[in-house]
């Protein structure tokens, strides 16, 4: 192993014991509640291909020359009637940035925004890869309570009069890895605390569209008067996390200086693949891709939270009404990494709930996701998990 004296800013960043578990799950024939990629039967190929070969014969040189880092126009175009027909929230052309995956959002918004030691406010749990992301750049996560319905309003206020964060990192639909939605007046209520505070809200909301039950939801950008919220979007569970597009919908101050941490980052997200997801838009092709997925993803979501009805070790579990996961929770005190390890053995794959959580702790949680396993497939690996959990 070579010998580097790596930045000091990733002494606290251990690579996660997750990965190294999740090593484990990497055998052929697994069964895998474990990651968060959508079925594969809802990766639209074929239109894509269309799409390609049509953008390359019309448009080949543009497709394949640099393009700007403020985005692709048509996308931008796109994207401006596509957040205000989904979210809710009308934004202009300047309050608009197309990264590379929702996940580049948030590094701009982390490099361009914040100062080693500033106070963030998260969800616990919340998305391992973007609390990973607020620790490289030395952000002092500080976790807020929430319930089934979200971030608790008073504990958010509580926590801002005390440390006077800087921002709010929130997924509100359908949270990775609970499952769990914001309701409305929460969501209003998140926008009128950060303009009165002057907190930059960070509203990650990757999972929007994939409802199986109830009203669409309008973002908390949707309720912002002041600019304080910026809404990072993606189209990987919706189309194609391959292609890597995704959106920041932002004060055009903060989009400009995000824009110029695009510029070394990686100059502009792939020209083809913005051109696919504009087309994807432009054609209608989003809804019924959506429709399709929900369609399966309910069933199999019904099947796994069946399977987990079975298992006597499993005292709590979320119910939710879209997303890809489910959250459980074994006895309190208990560890789920012994089960975890004897379903691996067995060719079944979840994720510990721990490294979710910011403060750590919380053994006793895990997540599994539906999407990525056909019924058959989920009622098969819930059995072995059911054998893992209860027969000890
Ligand atoms: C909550 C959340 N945010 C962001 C992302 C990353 O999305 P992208 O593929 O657009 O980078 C994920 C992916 O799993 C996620 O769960």
């Keep these: 192993m070579g010998d580097f004296t790596f930045a000091k800013r990733m002494e606290p960043i251990t690579g996660s014991a997750i990965r190294e578990l999740l090593k484990l799950t990497a055998k052929p024939g697994m069964i895998s509640f474990a990651g968060g990629n959508p079925g594969n039967f809802s990766l639209p190929d074929e239109e894509v291909a269309e799409i390609i070969q049509e953008l390359l014969k019309t448009n080949g040189k543009n497709m394949l020359q640099y393009g700007p880092t403020e985005g692709y126009a048509p996308l931008v175009y796109e994207l401006q009637k596509y957040i205000l027909e989904e979210f809710g929230a009308e934004v202009v052309k300047d309050e608009i940035l197309p990264v590379t995956g929702s996940s580049q959002a948030m590094d701009l918004i982390c490099k361009a925004y914040l100062n080693p030691g500033d106070n963030v406010i998260v969800e616990s749990p919340s998305f391992i890869g973007n609390l990973q992301c607020l620790k490289i750049y030395e952000a002092n996560l500080i976790p807020v309570k929430s319930d089934d319905k979200g971030i608790i309003i008073e504990d958010l206020e509580r926590l801002i009069n005390k440390y006077n964060p800087k921002m ?16 409305i007046d929460r969501r209003e209520k998140i926008a009128e605390l ?38 990072l979007g993606s189209f990987s569970k919706v189309i194609s996390p391959g292609l890597r597009v995704g959106f920041m919908a932002g004060d055009a101050a903060l989009i400009k200086k995000c824009t110029i941490c695009k510029q070394s980052a990686d100059v502009h997200t792939p020209t083809l693949n913005q051109a696919v ?4 838009l432009k054609r209608g092709l989003l809804k019924p891709n959506v429709e399709k997925a929900c369609e399966v993803y309910k069933q199999q979501m019904d099947t796994m939270l069946e399977g987990l009805s079975q298992i006597k070790a499993v005292v709590k579990y979320t119910v939710p009404a879209g ?33 979710f959580h910011p403060e750590g702790g919380h053994e006793n949680t895990f997540r599994l996701n539906f999407s990525n396993s056909d019924i058959d497939t989920i009622k098969k690996g819930m059995q072995i998990l059911k054998e893992c959990f209860d027969n000890n």
């Design 277 to 280: 997801v504009a087309e994807f």
């Design 194 to 231: 950060a303009a009165k505070y002057n907190m930059l809200v960070a509203e990650d909301d990757p999972y929007h569209s994939l409802r199986y039950s109830g009203e669409n939801l309008p973002a908390i950008k949707s309720f912002d008067k002041h600019g304080k919220v910026a809404l």
């Design 323 to 355: 997303g890809l996961f489910i959250f459980g929770e074994i006895k309190e005190g208990e560890n789920v990494e012994k089960y975890f390890r004897k379903a691996v053995d067995r060719g079944v794959a979840f994720v510990p709930g721990s490294p």
């Design 168 to 183: 709010l990192y929130t997924i509100p639909t359908f949270q990775n890895p609970t499952g769990i939605s914001m309701s």
